[in-house]
């Protein structure tokens, strides 16, 4: 266990995702084909998934999971896991436990930058009895990419990392390579719905009301809305701890209490939290600095 009871499963996997000090992935007329080369020499490594037609690569398999990219057009793809029955995946923040997907897109062709997009998470219990945040069944993580030259194709070179857990927690690794086709792909609509259950980022002032409780924690109202329940998911900085539970409240809001848990040695507030609000007519989100 680490400090304010959170459970390390770090340990799993290698380094996080990163993006080269220059800020652009390799570009050179070889890179392409020494990626293909390395990841055929490193035997230990799942075996690299190329294009199983124009538009998606064969499904990487591990262990309680497979995944694949796919395209959705010449600037943006998805990451798809498809999990066995009872399996989890997780989140950005993975909860009290859990490991967060890693994607590494170096030794891509034409790239400058791509972003992932993180659906919006459900809360989970964890067979351990820990709270988990993040996805059940199948989850496409869209994925935008900014081309270094718009007017040439974009390859896509994916080392994705992730834990799957059910009653014991394992890593799963993809190795996936895709070019992006500029013609119309059948998983274009797939690719749509996972931005769509993506949150929106909304101004502080129209997420709700956001004021301190007591010494240890905060306040917050939502305006309630007609659709699945709402829940809370809270971020705060490294070494900070926050937790969050439906709170009573007036009648046509939704209300949390946000408790402080831990912080680093000599922090002082204000600290700026990233709130993620679920169910309802959609997920948003926003930024806040709790006094």
């Not at 909860?95 to 919006?120: L, Q």
């Not at 069944?137 to 990419?145: N, Q, T």
């Not at 809270?234 to 848990?261: I, K, Q, Y």
Request: proline share 11%; hydrophobic share 40%.
């Amino acid at each position: 266990m680490t400090r304010a009871g959170r459970k390390d499963r770090s340990q799993l996997f290698p380094s996080p995702w990163r993006t080269p000090a220059s800020g652009r992935w390799p570009t050179g007329p070889g890179e392409g084909k020494r990626a293909l080369l390395a990841c055929a020499l490193l035997f230990a490594a799942p075996a690299c998934a190329l294009a199983a037609d124009p538009f998606a690569t064969d499904w990487a398999a591990s262990s309680k999971s497979q995944a694949r990219l796919v395209a959705a057009g010449g600037d943006r793809a998805g990451f798809a896991i498809r999990l066995a029955p009872g399996a989890i995946t997780y989140w950005r923040d993975p909860g009290e436990s859990g490991v967060p997907p890693t994607f590494d897109f170096a030794g891509s062709d034409n790239v400058a930058k791509v972003e992932p997009i993180f659906p919006a998470p459900k809360r989970i219990v964890e067979p351990d009895g820990g709270e988990a945040f993040g996805y059940e069944g199948d989850v496409v993580f869209p994925l935008r990419v900014e081309p270094i030259d718009p007017a040439k194709p974009v390859t896509l070179a994916l080392n994705a990392n992730y834990a799957v857990c059910e009653k014991i927690c394992l890593p799963a690794q993809a190795r996936l390579r895709l070019t992006l086709p500029v013609a119309a792909s059948p998983y274009a609509g797939l690719v749509e719905a996972a931005l769509a259950a993506a949150p929106r980022a909304v101004a502080a002032r129209d997420f709700g009301e956001f004021t301190p409780d007591g010494s240890d924690g905060w306040r917050l109202c939502a305006q309630a809305e007609t659709g699945s329940r709402r829940d809370l998911f809270v971020e705060p900085p490294p070494g900070w701890w926050v937790t969050s539970a439906p709170a009573p409240g007036e009648a046509g809001h939704d209300c949390f209490r946000l408790s402080l848990r831990d912080k680093p040695k000599d922090a002082v507030l204000p600290v700026t939290l990233r709130l993620t609000l679920t169910g309802g007519r959609g997920p948003v989100e926003t930024t806040i600095d709790a006094p």
